[in-house]
């Protein structure tokens, strides 16, 4: 069965670095998307992609962040100088458009960003 | 704005017993709701979903959840609870256009005891 991959699974950084944050949806799935969960919190969303723009994003992703399809395959998530509060667990997720026109996301299994 | 609610932190149920876990929604126009769970270390699996039809959905490892517009509500059930159920439930609500943003409860932590 397809899925979500991401990687990697565990990055440490200092504060005030870049860090790339990379997922592979699954090939024919039109929509992408990044969510964070702080640990201990529930999942909040970050942005959502489509047709090689951005087409929500909620306040969370600010100036520092931004999102790539560099390739046709990997969709990424650029967090340009990392704060101690960006540590959290990231997925990415994916959908098609289905015969009603939406359908489930799926997700990755995460990366966790620990920011010291 | 949309929202969701889950109003338990955590349920408790015994094995073959059944199980509900609870969620409301808020949301303007038609919402579009799922159950996703979340074992420990892992991802969201995504459970069921109700986009339209009927209010009855049935998904994954015998779970299923009703729809009730009027009670804004989507609670998730099983009929007869395994150990292997114990996780935590995460209910999510969309709404038509735009980038179909998903937004989530707290979760609820589901433990089923022997």
């Known amino acids: 069965e397809p899925e979500v991959t991401q990687t990697p699974s565990h990055q440490v950084t200092q504060m005030g670095q870049e860090v790339i944050l990379r997922c592979v949806p699954i090939?024919?799935?039109?929509?992408f998307y990044w969510y964070r969960q702080i640990l201990g919190q529930k999942v909040e969303f970050l942005v959502s992609f489509y047709n090689n723009e951005i087409s929500e994003k909620s306040e969370i992703f600010d100036d520092q962040f931004s999102v790539e399809r560099p390739d046709g395959s990997n969709f990424t998530l650029k967090i340009r100088s990392t704060k101690l509060e960006d540590s959290a667990m990231y997925f990415c997720?994916?959908?098609?458009?289905?015969?009603?026109?939406?359908?489930?996301?799926?997700f990755g299994p995460g990366t966790r960003l620990t920011v010291l | 704005a949309q929202s969701v609610a889950q109003p338990e932190d955590q349920v408790n149920v015994a094995e073959g017993n059944p199980l509900t876990v609870k969620c409301t929604y808020s949301v303007s126009g038609n919402p579009y709701l799922f159950w996703y769970v979340q074992y420990p270390n892992r991802g969201l699996q995504f459970l069921l979903k109700y986009i339209t039809g009927d209010n009855l959905v049935k998904g994954s490892y015998g779970f299923e959840a009703e729809f009730n517009k009027s009670q804004t509500s989507f609670h998730l059930k099983k009929p007869s609870a395994l150990v292997s159920d114990s996780a935590l439930y995460f209910c999510a609500v969309s709404k038509a256009g735009g980038g179909n943003k998903l937004t989530f409860g707290t979760g609820t932590q589901l433990k089923v005891e022997l």
């Open positions: 090939s024919n799935h039109l929509y």
């Open positions: 997720a994916s959908r098609d458009r289905g015969a009603s026109g939406y359908n489930e996301q799926f």
